[in-house]
């Protein structure tokens, strides 16, 4: 049984810290359904999951920050299982410092968003920036950031676009979060070049027809090993997303329709996303009780049912033993404490 990383999560104290275009954004999306990211809704919603990756987010074309020293912060909450992300903008003038002081403060990755900084991948700043860290050994996740706030330059996140980094750059580790939506295929073709990029399946995981139609073509073009479980939170969550995965296949029952094997599922969901990365020793995981490994071994799906009963089993296998850390003493009953329900809730309070 491998384990389950999930590359690709948010957290923020107050949706301002987004950009205002962003902020606005979510408060409309608010009015259908309640977004939480706080720190309390986070840890329970990562039970599903081994390890987890927190995305920073830097944009001075937006005014949005959520910057190093509060993801780090957030990783010290459970330093054995959250990994942080830095967020860096290229184009500020500071960005190198940014840099070396997320290396300091433990971070093990940058999170670049072209579109929401406004800045074209191979931009001069950007190169240095991607050059520095293939050098320093971090691995870089590409956020489209296309349509959240109504100023991102949607033509700057184009896969396309990132052919000249992989070139230049052939030992960075690259990752397209959202598989590059709204230019699937573009990213997949680019994922079959180049051996060190990689895609997650955030956002498009949660529209079941296009994510068949997805891997369908992945398992067609031979790049299922670069795809990476992601769950976009607080937008999704990791047992939505493996649901998904382990249910695709209905599409095909009764059909003359082409099935996703369910090995390559599998593969997908409990990939070893901290040693593709090469992230391995930046995290002491807890070793998992046999019991556990037992139980998680016998869940072979032979049909649908057994697929969904797997999808069960697998985001209920953590939570079992997810035990609070010695060290966490979260107050739910205190909206200031990170890890309280309230916390970083977007509240509409007009």
């Known amino acids: 049984m491998g384990m389950i990383v999930d590359v690709h999560t948010h957290l923020w104290e107050r949706p301002e810290q987004l950009g205002d275009g962003t902020a606005q954004r979510l408060k409309a999306m608010m009015v259908h359904e309640p977004i939480n990211a706080s720190g309390w809704a986070y840890d329970q919603a990562m039970k599903a999951v081994d390890a987890s990756v927190i995305l920073g987010f ?130 997949i073709l680019l994922l079959s070049k180049h051996p060190n990029f990689f895609a997650d399946l955030s956002d498009i995981s949660s529209r079941p027809w296009q994510l068949y139609n997805t891997l369908l073509t992945a398992v067609q073009q031979n790049v299922t090993d670069s795809l990476l479980l992601g769950s976009d939170f607080p937008f999704s969550s990791p047992e939505d997303v493996i649901y998904n995965l382990y249910t695709v296949n209905h599409f095909t029952k009764g059909t003359s329709m082409p099935t996703i094997p369910r090995h390559v599922l599998s593969s997908i969901i ?37 697929d969904r009963q797997r999808a069960k089993v697998v985001v209920t296998r953590i939570s079992a033993s997810d035990e609070p850390d010695s060290e966490d003493h979260d107050d739910p009953d205190d909206p200031d404490d990170p890890g309280a329900p309230g916390a970083g809730r977007l509240v509409d309070r007009n």
Request: charged share 25%; proline share 6%; glycine share 6%.
């Open 270 to 306: 409990e990939r070893d996303t901290l040693a593709v990365l090469g992230l391995s020793g930046k995290i002491q995981l807890p070793e998992r009780s046999e019991k556990m490994l037992d139980e998680s071994d016998k869940a072979k799906p032979d049909s649908e049912s057994e």
């Open 58 to 187: 830097e944009s001075q074309y937006l005014g949005a920050s959520i910057s190093n020293e509060q993801i780090a912060n957030y990783v010290k909450r459970r330093p054995n299982k959250y990994l942080g992300f830095a967020g860096i903008d290229p184009l500020a003038t500071d960005w190198k410092d940014k840099l070396k002081e997320a290396v300091d403060l433990g971070l093990v990755g940058v999170c670049f968003s072209a579109a929401a900084q406004n800045c074209h991948p191979t931009h001069t700043r950007a190169m240095y920036l991607f050059e520095k860290c293939e050098e320093l050994g971090l691995p870089v996740l590409h956020h489209p950031g296309t349509h959240m706030a109504t100023a991102a330059v949607m033509a700057f996140s184009q896969p396309f676009l990132f052919d000249e980094i992989g070139r230049t750059f052939p030992k960075l580790k690259l990752i397209f979060s959202q598989l590059g939506h709204p230019w699937v295929d573009e990213a």
